[in-house]
């Protein structure tokens, strides 16, 4: 095969660029080669080559030797320079260029061909000792660090002593005798650390560039970066050879790099830096500060130095036409390098730029408006992760941060406020008017009045999808959790991390978004959801299959969800209801009572309240579906723990304090998600379920009176295992249905259902499916109970596993395709075979995930559930799995 591609000068081997045969960099060039752009003379060899290298056990094949030969012919045919010429010496550059670009890898040697004699022709040619003897010290400084791996920190002690010694400041103060006797120098150096001297044959030089380039795939950096990128090892990477063009050969010389659309807001204006009389490394170093591109953008910042609009208007134009033609090509905004080497303007790289989210948004739709993408285009290049940004405030990216740690990105967005360490505390400050972050090592049900009360949640413990996190993202509100290195002390009320100690009052600012915890105060900037957004989520509406539904519990959560687009309620957790401060008296009476009677006397002060949440939420949904998942958790998480809650309960109950305490112990259990909770309370309280099921319809009956429009309530039995508990379940809720409709006088429609949410479940689908009108996956419990992790202690050891590469993601955050997808396969075709109109969605976490959004296309869900910040991210996500 054939392992070099050349480019430049007419000619273009490549045609118009196999990025994975030559590397994202390679091409690029050979497709600005080929559109006519004016590139500096070169060749790739390819990605191929690194690949059989390795296979061949780093030897290079005899015929690539002919092949690079002819490249570098190739150069000189079209510079008329010779490689390694005493008098007027051929000059290039090697850089590697994978698929991807790749930090870790070996990037850039520059101005290689040099050595003590061509650096005499380079100083008789250019006419600038000066530029020569620099440039030849730069390059044995790269060579030295890329190449051969020495110590890079006696390079710059040499120069700092050189400078020293003659009194300059700047480095632009160094004479060409300077320069030369720093060339001496770096020389010795190089000696001193190699055993060798450095090499004078400019062959040796390449062949040794290139070795380094192919030997830096396989450099640890490089392999970490791959693993944590997806990247597979044996894409290998490419090695681009080029003429070196320089803009730093005076005046009308310059080096700039620019965007053909502002990268941060998206807008169509050219956007960039320049330097006249530099290398390129001296715009990224930073030693100069550069100037503007354009004139707009110099007056906007009302800089004084000119612009290369104003400073070189000709080759600006030429660049201006070169950006035209490279968005009509690449169709997308692109990230440029140029260079001006007296007064003629050189292309050195091209590729798609990066963006922050805001600027990807607009964008795409202002590409679809111009005609240069389609509609379903602009839906595909959109990161729905990213659209998290968008929805949520977000730190001002100018303003500094004292970082204090980073937990997990729990919930997106970023606070700022006092810290408070109990529920209550949070709620009394808020209504006191301060903004405040409520601290815990966990939270707990307990705690949601205060989360609610909260601008934001940071915890010590817990995962992803630990209830801190759940409840904090179907709030909106950001959290960072899991922070491992806080220590919480919640009685003393102090908080110390990383050696220092913050107290109540003291102001934090969380981002749940990276994970971050600062000290003070950081600024945010609000979000915009008017415009592109809107447009955007339009276009995604018409390609997408999956609904998308909400998780939601309170009338405010479901009017969010609207609002972002949510076509109905996917899981309605009741058990949040249940720890509203009015009810949770009665709530303890009905779990500390030892008798039925006792558990009815609650439930009958209960009901009215169960209905009038659900009349409020079906208004709200107005005849969009609404699924109600009856009461779940093990019953502990709702007992009395102070002596005056223990009061409160007597008080209504009517019984001791000694007994209410006896019977709260007798209901401790060692493994609370594994023990009384799910159906497992309906089966043997079957009178709290009445209650739920009774309240639902009674609700439904209202709001249809009320409105005229009938609510579609569909009913889920948690945690169900068997065929047979659905069965009991379901003949529980279906005779309150009867008992409603006929004290009522009218009937309503209604679906009982089940989640999916156990291994056994899934297995026997098939005869679960004989009582249950759908499935809702409940993704968070079958990824604990399949794979045998805590859902709520994962956080402690996952980071290992993902690192390790046991999962390739947090499973609790990404469905573990391989495993508990397969259950659920098994389960969505056992369930079909049964009931083939079965309606199947998915409430767990997952379903506000990219990639689980795209295997529930793959395996024909009908819904996902997610929270309802999440629903605009779900909308784009199913777009971009139907497309
Ligand atoms: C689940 O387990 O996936 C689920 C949605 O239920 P919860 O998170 O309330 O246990
Ligand atoms: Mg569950």
New binding site residues.
């Given amino acids: 095969p054939r392992y070099v591609y050349r480019f430049g000068g007419g000619v273009d081997d490549g045609g118009k660029g196999d990025k994975n045969l030559l590397g994202g960099k390679g091409a690029n060039l050979d497709g600005m080669a080929s559109i006519g752009l004016p590139v500096p003379p070169g060749f790739t060899i390819t990605t191929e080559m690194c690949t059989r290298y390795y296979v061949d056990g780093e030897v290079f094949p005899d015929s690539l030797r002919a092949e690079v030969a002819s490249g570098i012919a190739h150069i000189e045919g079209v510079t008329g320079k010779k490689f390694g010429d005493k008098a007027d010496p051929l000059l290039v550059s090697v850089r590697s260029g994978a698929r991807v670009s790749m930090p870790g890898m070996m990037d850039t040697v520059l101005n290689l061909g040099l050595n003590d004699e061509t650096v005499e022709g380079l100083a008789a040619a250019s006419g600038d000792a000066r530029f020569a003897w620099d440039s030849y010290r730069r390059f044995i400084q790269m060579y030295s660090d890329v190449v051969l791996e020495l110590d890079h920190g006696a390079f710059e002690e040499a120069l700092e002593i050189a400078k020293e010694d003659h009194g300059y400041t700047l480095d632009t103060e160094l004479s060409a005798a300077d320069w030369k006797a720093l060339v001496g120098e770096y020389k010795k150096i190089v000696l001193d650390q190699w055993k060798k001297p450095f090499p004078q044959d400019v062959h040796d030089q390449l062949w040794g560039a290139i070795s380094a380039v192919f030997g830096s795939w396989q450099a640890d950096r490089a392999k970490v970066y791959r693993r944590l990128n997806d990247i597979p090892g044996d894409w290998g990477t490419a090695v681009n050879v080029q003429a070196m063009v320089f803009g730093n050969m005076g005046d009308t010389s310059a080096t700039g790099v620019a965007f053909t659309r502002d990268p941060s807001t998206g807008e169509n204006v050219y956007y960039g830096e320049f330097l006249i009389n530099a290398q390129g490394e001296d715009v990224v170093a930073g030693i100069r500060t550069p100037q503007y591109l354009t004139k707009a953008a110099r007056e906007r910042a009302g800089a004084k130095a000119a612009s290369m609009e104003e400073a070189m208007p000709e080759t600006y134009a030429e660049l201006a036409r070169v950006f035209q033609i490279l968005e009509q090509h690449y169709r997308d905004m692109q990230d440029i390098e140029f260079t001006v080497q007296q007064g003629k303007l050189w292309m050195l790289q091209t590729r798609s730029g990066k963006r922050t989210a805001k600027a990807a948004l607009k964008m795409a739709v202002d590409m679809a408006g111009e005609g240069l993408i389609t509609q379903e285009e602009a839906v595909a290049r959109v990161d729905p992760s990213a659209l998290d940004q968008l929805l949520h405030p977000t730190l001002d990216p100018a303003a500094e941060r004292d970082v204090l740690t980073k937990g997990l990105p729990a919930s997106p967005g970023a606070a700022s406020g006092i810290v408070v360490f109990d529920a209550d505390t949070a709620e009394r400050r808020n209504e006191m008017g301060d903004a405040v972050i409520l601290v815990r090592t966990e939270t707990s049900p307990e705690d949601i009045h205060g989360m609610h009360a909260a601008k934001g949640i940071l915890t010590a413990r817990g995962g992803m999808?630990s209830h801190a996190a759940?409840v904090a993202r179907g709030m909106g509100r950001p959290c960072v959790s899991g922070a491992g290195s806080l220590s919480i002390d919640a009685k003393a009320k102090i908080l110390r991390v990383a050696g220092r100690e913050l107290v109540e009052g003291d102001i934090v600012t969380i981002d749940g978004s990276t994970g971050e915890v600062m000290s003070g105060a950081v600024p945010t900037v609000q979000p915009e959801l008017a415009g592109d957004f809107g447009t955007l989520m339009v276009w995604a509406d018409k390609v997408r299959r999956l609904k998308v539904r909400a998780?939601a519990e309170t009338p405010l959560d479901c009017k969010t969800a609207r609002e972002f687009g949510a076509e109905g309620v996917g899981?309605c957790?009741t058990e949040h209801m249940f720890f509203d401060a009015a009810r949770i008296t009665a709530v303890r009476q009905m779990i500390l009572a030892d008798s039925e009677k006792g558990r009815r006397e609650a439930l009958d002060r209960l009901l009215p309240e169960q209905r009038s949440d659900f009349t409020e939420i079906f208004l709200v949904m107005a005849g969009l579906p609404v699924t109600i998942?009856l009461l779940?958790?093990p019953l502990h998480e709702f007992l009395p723990h102070e002596e005056a809650e223990f009061e409160d309960v007597a008080t209504a109950a009517g019984v001791g304090i000694d007994v209410l305490k006896r019977r709260a112990s007798e209901l401790h259990e060692l493994n609370p998600m594994l023990g009384h909770r799910g159906c497992r309370l309906g089966v043997t309280y079957p009178e709290i379920y009445e209650m739920q099921a009774r309240a639902i319809f009674e609700a439904a009956i209202d709001v249809e009176e009320h409105s005229g429009t009938a609510p579609i309530p569909e009913i889920m039995i948690?945690l169900v295992a068997t065929a047979k508990e659905l069965e009991l379940m379901k003949a529980i809720v279906d005779a309150q249905a009867k008992a409603v409709f006929a004290e009522r006088g009218t009937t309503i429609e209604y679906l009982v259902g089940t989640?999916i949410?156990l291994p056994r479940a899934a297995l026997k689908a098939g005869e679960i499916a004989q009582s249950a009108e759908f499935f809702?996956?409940?993704?968070?419990?079958?990824t604990?109970t399949t794979i045998g992790i805590s859902r709520d202690d994962a956080s402690r050891f996952l980071g290992t596993y993902v690192d390790k590469g046991i999962f390739p993601r947090d499973p609790f955050v990404s469905i573990d395709v391989e495993g508990v997808g397969e259950l659920i396969q098994i389960a969505a075709e056992r369930g079909r075979e049964t009931r083939p109109e079965i309606k199947l969605g998915i409430?767990?976490?997952h379903g506000g995930d990219p990639a689980s959004i795209a295997f529930c296309e793959a395996t024909g869900l009908d819904y996902v559930s997610a929270s309802p910040y999440r629903v605009p991210i779900a909308r784009l996500a199913a777009a971009q799995a139907a497309l």
């Fill in positions: 999808t759940v998780n899981l957790r998942r779940d958790p948690p989640m949410e809702s996956f409940g993704t968070n419990d079958l604990q409430c767990g976490e």
